[in-house]
């Protein structure tokens, strides 16, 4: 069955990057994109962008360009997400979202399959 | 940038009731990219509709969903104790500014 296990919680002070990891099995991991997704303490849903893990190509939401990093590992069917210059208030749950659709079609956009998340902290 | 806008902000309902949760647009969503998500308490998301009105795999009859353009509606038509949690809707039809509802949740009157 499809499954995605992220790594483990972070603390970081602000400034500081963070890197987490979403290895991926159950699936051909070229085929699908993988997003995403980070929620605040108590607040909802946000979108941070997604990678073709086949390509490696790359698009961000607005918000986050030029300080977000999604790459890949296809040798371990792993996504990583890097974000720079924490703020507190990037303290927030990240999941990575397995796309429904496969990457030869031209609709992307809904998360299928999730990991379990992954909680960074910002804090001095 | 597409805002989602959910109503009712939260929704008291019993079990065995029906309930109709709503998501409207800022402007029309092409082709009913609209998807909607359960999420309870310290789990992730989990897709329930997709292209505004096909359920996901695994996803049980009484959730249905519907509308075009602007207007979409999630329904429960019989609430079982399981899916009292929080509701978010999602385009994906700008794609890639993907965008979010602010949620519903859905409480136990």
């Known amino acids: 069955q499809v499954q995605l296990v992220q790594s483990g919680a972070e603390v970081k002070k602000p400034g500081a990057s963070v890197k987490v990891s979403c290895k991926a099995s159950g699936y051909t991991f070229t085929g699908y994109y993988i997003h995403w997704v980070r929620q605040a303490p108590g607040q909802g849903l946000e979108w941070v962008g997604w990678i073709n893990p086949n390509s490696g190509g790359t698009n961000y939401a607005q918000k986050f360009q030029g300080w977000v990093t999604m790459t890949r590992d296809t040798s371990i069917s792993t996504a990583y997400m890097e974000l720079s210059r924490l703020r507190s208030d990037d303290t927030a749950v990240y999941y990575c979202?397995?796309?429904?659709?496969?990457?030869?079609?031209?609709?992307?956009?809904?998360?299928?399959?999730w990991g379990q998340g992954t909680l960074v902290t910002v804090s001095s | 940038e597409i805002v989602l806008t959910q109503s009712p902000g939260t929704l008291s309902l019993s079990p065995g009731e029906r309930a109709t949760l709503s998501c409207r647009a800022s402007?029309?969503?092409?082709?009913?990219?609209l998807a909607w998500y359960q999420q309870k308490p310290g789990q992730a998301p989990r897709l329930l509709i997709y292209?505004?009105?096909s359920r996901a795999t695994g996803i049980p009859d009484r959730f249905s969903g519907s509308g075009s353009g602007t207007d979409f509606t999630l329904t429960i038509s019989r609430l079982e104790p399981e899916d009292f949690a929080v509701y978010y809707c999602q385009q994906y039809g700008s794609s890639p500014r993907i965008t979010f509802g602010q949620g519903t949740r859905l409480e136990i009157k």
């Open positions: 292209g505004a009105s």
């Open positions: 979202a397995r796309d429904l659709y496969p990457t030869i079609t031209m609709v992307r956009g809904v998360g299928v399959a």
């Open positions: 402007q029309s969503i092409s082709s009913g990219f």
